[in-house]
């Protein structure tokens, strides 16, 4: 069983999202170059639609993946520079105490979707020494079908050799785009913007920090859509 969050959502599709009246609805978010998958060049972005989600990514995808805005579980951001720090982790994952109610990130963290000591169990869209600053959560996972059809060899390759736990699956992407602003209003645009919890975030995808200090659910919580996704270095807080 996939240990993203157990919504009813259809899974990605791969066709194409539809034409006509959402054009005028459309935000395109360029992606940062990649320079670990380029082949040649291409202008890879994100584009958002009432219809659904475009990854084009002329590196890793043979086409461009497609998905209803129901297929993804969350989409976040985290501001930071492209060289991580010593130590950094990017995307703290909240524990979640009921529907509309989360652990503060103050009072302790479930993990992390990157770290810089440990990278993450979600491929990168960006180059393995930069730090991600968009993280993108399917509600069901790409198996093993859709990722040879619709990913590079060398992307289902790599995957396949880090992929412990038997057929390899994608859960989310993580990537790099250019400016985080305008991703953050189409996040919240299109009802993306969520908070990131162990609810879609299962404990063998999760990355640790040596500082990390398991959340504490006796603790205060606060409403989720005011859940705190920034989180300064370690020594800068």
Known sequence: MPETSPNSAPP?????????????HEQLIELEVSKSWKRKRTVDFLKFSPLGLEIHHGGVLLAPL??????????????GAPRPMSGEGRFPILKRISSSAIVPREEGVEGWLWTEAGGSAFPLLCDEDQAPNVAILFAHPLGEETISRRFTPEFDEALAARSALGSPAVYGL??????????????????????????EVGPMLRRALPSDRAAD?????SD??????????????
């Open 174 to 199: 993580l990537m790099r785009v250019r400016d985080i602003l305008p991703t953050q209003r189409a996040f919240t645009k299109f009802g993306l913007a969520k908070p990131l919890t162990d609810r």
């Open 66 to 79: 497609t998905m209803p805005l129901g297929a993804i579980a969350v989409a976040c951001t985290e501001s």
């Open 224 to 237: 989720s859509s005011r859940a705190s996704h920034s989180v300064a270095p370690p020594g800068l807080a």
């Open 12 to 24: 990605p599709t791969v066709g194409p999202p539809g034409i006509g009246g959402s054009h005028r």
């Open 217 to 221: 659910p006796m603790v205060r919580v």
